[in-house]
T-cell receptor, first 115, second 110 residues
């Protein structure tokens, strides 16, 4: 398996523009997670899905952020409008529950810079 | 989820065992101990997890004290590629949200 795939790997945009980050989870996994990493706040969970349904979005910073999972093999995280404080590395992870345990596999991340 | 405490950093000589401590004194009975690591510029990588018993896999060993208030991750023969930030995470039930702290920066030197 190719692992979790994220695109783009790097994104530079200007403040006010819309940004869309994409994630393809590992085939057969039924959980999908979006995390954000910054120097100030470390790694923090934004939202996660189970069987394409959002389960916990309490980490989504504000209404400018939205996430969707239209099918089991694709998810997007959208920021509209983007702001400089959104600059971070965004990770997608996927997992499945095996024997009441789940191991999350992370993608390589998308490095976002908002100017 | 229980809070964890880890040293900020530690060094280890290549080829030697690296012992990474983690305190989780407020852990409750249904919380598991997980270890992940993050090599620079990469996504976090799962290492190992446990509930009460000691665990071993191809990457590492996890030793959990009898009272479960602390644990130690052991990398038996550290290599330069083990240089990374290591996160100890305590989680209820074994799935869902992972709450990452600051972790321990481990530097393996030749």
């Amino acid at each position: 398996d190719a692992g979790v795939i994220q695109s783009p790997r790097h994104e530079v945009t200007e403040m006010g523009q819309e940004v869309t980050l994409r994630c393809k989870p590992i085939s057969g996994h039924d959980y999908l997670f979006w995390y954000r990493q910054t120097m100030m706040r470390g790694l923090e969970l934004l939202i996660y899905f189970n069987n394409n349904v959002p389960i916990d979005d309490s980490g989504m910073p504000e209404d400018r952020f939205s996430a969707k999972m239209p099918n089991a093999s694709f998810s997007t995280l959208k920021i509209q409008p983007s702001e400089p404080r959104d600059s971070a590395v965004y990770f997608c992870a996927s997992s499945s529950v095996t024997g009441r345990q789940e191991t999350q596999y992370f993608g390589p991340g998308t490095r976002l810079l908002v100017l | 989820d229980a809070k964890t405490t880890q040293p900020t950093s530690m060094d280890c000589a290549e080829g030697r065992a690296a012992n990474l401590p983690c305190n989780h004194s407020t852990i409750s009975g249904n919380e598991y101990v997980y270890w992940y690591r993050q090599i620079h510029s990469q996504g976090p990588q799962y290492i190992i997890h446990g509930l009460k018993n000691n665990e071993t896999n191809e990457m590492a060993s996890l030793i959990i004290t009898e009272d479960r208030k602390s644990s130690t991750l052991i990398l038996p023969h550290a290599t330069l590629r083990d240089t990374a930030v290591y996160y100890c995470i305590v989680r209820v039930g074994g799935w869902g949200k992972l709450q990452f702290g600051a972790g321990t920066q481990v530097v393996v030197t030749p």
